[in-house]
């Protein structure tokens, strides 16, 4: 039965025999053979379940080693899922058997899921990868995984065998894309076959173990709707950003880690018409554009030689020449800032990017560091003028205590008073109390300031109604 998957072997069948390890090949561990009825001894008493566990990865260490002995694994590719999984079953069966070892039918179920995980995909993070309900997968070493789940983290059972398997994991990931990560490049950032954003770093930079960072990308794009309804903003904030990003306005979405930012960046993106050339520019590939004529460009890390590498700036520079309408960057870091500005300022309105930051005048800051970090000397007036042309919208998204994310503040950038930018705050979060379960308690809000730009939404026939700048008060 599927014949095709297995290695070719001589006109006479030998039985599988567990090989002994070569001793020049210090990268193999030494194979041990497993008893069927003998649990290791260990100095305290061990539970049930504990030396079951135990006694299922060593099976599934050996069997794991077994299958690939067996496998042909230059036809997995081409391999139906329900066919390898039979497959699998069928090989672990009879080297069950040629081992003496008896499995209860919960247990081999278990041993035929973890191998076929261990094969075709990444082991011990197959289960969290397809919980819907995972947003982040965090490993601190072998042996703490944990994850986040509505904002809050927590320890799950999930563990590795030992470093080297971790290790073997997260090669595995790098490698299927082109990188690498060793103890020369200790830390590297890459993408799932899904697009979740994949980072790793190992020893020896990472001391107790190799630490991975997975986030996980949603198939399903949240619209605005559904943050509407998630409480991530209100329907008179959805109905002003529609008009801010249909009308071009140049929009930066701020904030911490985790807090949204992509996610905004996304939904605010399906205001942009569907007739606009869009160019995208990113590190790694998240953004989900729902447009027609949508460019999508990712930089490059330098190989192995330091040469070839790809930056965000040369892709932003050579994006100028390809006639976008738009440029959305997918976070602003370093000295692409510059041709961000100017690409803001000369022609290109309606661009979007991100960028780390705690409110709105802290992300202008920001800005203006990374200018001066660019390499370009400018006067600092010159500079703000440069931002203050080029930036007409900041959107603070935060992620708050209690997990919820929620953009907390709208601020317009109205142009330069003296040597200082002028701002204005046109809607925000305002939080009122603390449930006793921690869950913030707090509304939306109008600061009651008329946008600075609702004339340019008149002309461009968003004539919103006055009464959504008015302050409203918390039920």
Not at 198 to 216: W, Y
Request: with cysteine; glycine share 6%.
């Amino acid at each position: 039965m599927f014949a095709k998957y297995k290695k070719p072997t001589a006109a006479t069948p030998v039985p599988a025999a567990v090989p002994e390890a070569d001793p020049a090949d210090s990268a193999r561990v030494r194979r041990k053979p497993i008893a069927a009825d003998k649990a290791a001894a260990t100095p305290e008493p061990v539970s049930k379940d504990v030396k079951r566990r135990q006694r299922l990865d060593e099976i599934k260490t050996e069997m794991h080693h077994r299958l690939l002995d067996n496998l042909n694994l230059s036809a997995l590719e081409s391999a139906k899922e329900s066919e390898l999984r039979a497959e699998i079953t069928a090989i672990v069966s009879e080297q069950l058997g040629e081992m003496g070892v008896v499995l209860n039918r919960e247990d081999r179920q278990t041993l035929n899921v973890e191998l076929f995980d261990e094969v075709t995909g990444l082991g011990p993070l197959e289960p969290l990868l397809k919980d819907p309900d995972i947003a982040d997968i965090l490993i601190n070493g072998p042996n703490r995984v944990f994850v986040e789940r509505k904002g809050k983290l927590s320890l799950t059972d999930v563990q590795f065998k030992d470093e080297r398997h971790l290790l073997r994991i997260i090669d595995k990931i790098v490698s299927a894309v082109g990188r690498r990560v060793d103890e020369s490049n200790p830390y590297v950032d890459a993408r799932l076959k899904d697009g979740s954003r994949f980072n790793a770093m190992v020893p020896p930079v990472a001391v107790d173990g190799s630490l991975v960072s997975i986030r996980k990308f949603k198939k399903d794009k949240l619209g605005i709707d559904d943050l509407v309804r998630f409480g991530a903003f209100s329907e008179e904030m959805a109905a002003y950003l529609q008009a801010a990003v249909s009308t071009r306005l140049n929009v930066i979405v701020s904030g911490g880690t985790g807090s949204g930012k992509t996610t905004t960046l996304n939904a605010l993106s399906s205001f942009i018409d569907d007739k606009e050339r869009v160019l995208t520019i990113e590190d790694t590939a998240e953004l989900q554009l729902q447009q027609t004529h949508v460019g999508r460009m990712e930089s490059r890390p330098p190989n192995v030689e330091g040469k070839g590498a790809v930056t965000q700036r040369d892709c932003l520079r050579n994006a100028l020449r390809m006639r976008p309408d738009r440029i959305i960057v997918g976070e602003t870091r370093g000295e692409e800032v510059i041709d961000m500005l100017q690409a803001m300022n000369t022609g290109h309105d309606g661009s979007m990017t991100t960028i780390h930051a705690n409110n709105a005048r802290d992300a202008v800051s920001r800005l203006e560091n990374m200018v001066a970090m660019s390499g370009i000397e400018m006067p600092l007036k010159a500079v703000r003028a440069q931002v203050a042309s080029a930036v007409n919208l900041i959107v603070q998204a935060s992620r708050l205590q209690d997990g919820s994310r929620r953009m907390v503040s709208i601020t317009e950038l109205t142009g330069m008073e003296g040597e200082v930018i002028s701002m204005q705050e046109v809607f925000r979060f305002q939080r009122t109390g603390l449930k006793p379960d921690g869950t913030i308690i707090g509304h939306f809000t109008a600061c009651g300031v008329r946008s600075h730009y609702a004339e340019r939404f008149k002309q461009w026939g968003y004539d919103l109604p006055n009464s959504i700048y008015e302050p409203t008060l918390g039920h």
